[in-house]
């Protein structure tokens, strides 16, 4: 393959139209410990929990913030994904966290994400994130990006012919 050849973007694969289906069907969140919590989840919300274990920590013995951020970025995409078309699928294209305390090891934490506007390509939802307690612990923004499997996600050109054909 020659040097200038590029590889082409990853998609997504399109979610299931059941959040909890699509869930199950594995991915980091999973991995980390985190599942996503049917009864409290559902069109334009999604909330998602675990306990911390210590693999969960930092070296100051609290809760990496790679771990809030995985959790809310799961709920606040599944959000989004809840008000999907089955021809739909989306990708997180920002994230801001605000980490407002510290989580230990044998606490709750549960994170909850909800849309606040979705237009036709962009999506934007917030999300908080509590311990066992109520303690408010992270909050959280971000957008989605969507499109449907008939387009080409922007800033991603379609190759024609032409061109594929000078990268061989």
Not at 68 to 79: E, F
Request: hydrophobic share 35%.
């Amino acid at each position: 393959m020659p040097r200038n050849a590029r590889t082409p973007e990853p998609r997504p694969t399109r979610p299931l139209p059941d959040l909890y289906r699509a869930a199950r069907r594995g991915g980091f969140h999973q991995a980390v410990g985190f599942h996503v919590v049917p009864g409290r989840s559902g069109h334009g919300y999604c909330t998602v929990a675990g306990r911390v274990e210590a693999r969960h920590l930092n070296i100051n013995g609290v809760v990496h913030g790679g771990v809030y951020a995985t959790i809310l970025d799961t709920a606040m995409g599944g959000s989004v994904v809840s008000l999907l078309t089955e021809d739909e699928t989306t990708a997180t294209t920002s994230l801001y966290v605000e980490f407002l305390s510290a989580a230990r090891a044998g606490d709750t934490l549960t994170a909850r994400g909800r849309v606040l506007r979705r237009g036709r390509h962009i999506a934007f939802a917030e999300g908080d994130l509590v311990g066992g307690d109520g303690r408010r612990l992270s909050q959280a923004h971000g957008t989605w990006y969507i499109w449907s499997s008939s387009e080409t996600p922007r800033g991603h050109p379609r190759r024609s012919a032409r061109t594929a054909a000078a990268t061989r």
